[in-house]
């Protein structure tokens, strides 16, 4: 397993912007398909995007297609996700993930995650 550190959640007012990284260490970088998902008090957790290996092929879940964007830069070693146009309903635990299998679009791909990060859109 690969350590993934989540950074870049906080406060934010409805119609904000946030953006979110997720910095992967203990293994090659390319080497992992790469996801966001988050959870919610009370509810499962849920997958928000994905990004392949190679960062060509992207996917999302439908409840953020349009405003959220996600990315990765080999350089850093490091996956974003860019969140535009902030719901109360994006409220979350924000998790990042890795998997040498993918697209990475279910929890049960998961090889690693990480610690998870806060993100509170207030109304």
């Known amino acids: 397993q690969v350590q993934l550190l989540e950074s870049g959640g906080g406060l934010v007012q409805a119609g904000g912007s946030l953006r979110l990284s997720c910095a992967l260490s203990?293994?090659?970088?390319?080497?992992?398909?790469m996801a966001w998902f988050r959870q919610a008090p009370g509810k499962e957790r849920e997958f928000v995007a994905a990004?392949?290996?190679?960062?060509?092929?992207?996917n999302y879940g439908d409840s953020v297609k349009g405003r959220f964007a996600i990315s990765r830069d080999v350089g850093q070693a490091t996956m974003y996700l860019q969140m535009i146009s902030l719901k109360f309903e994006d409220t979350a635990v924000y998790y990042c993930?890795?998997?040498?299998?993918?697209?990475?679009?279910?929890?049960?791909?998961?090889?690693?995650w990480g610690q998870g990060t806060q993100v509170t859109v207030s109304s």
């Open positions: 990004i392949s290996k190679s960062g060509t092929i992207t």
């Open positions: 993930a890795a998997s040498a299998l993918g697209p990475l679009i279910r929890t049960t791909l998961v090889d690693s």
């Open positions: 203990g293994g090659t970088f390319n080497f992992y398909h």
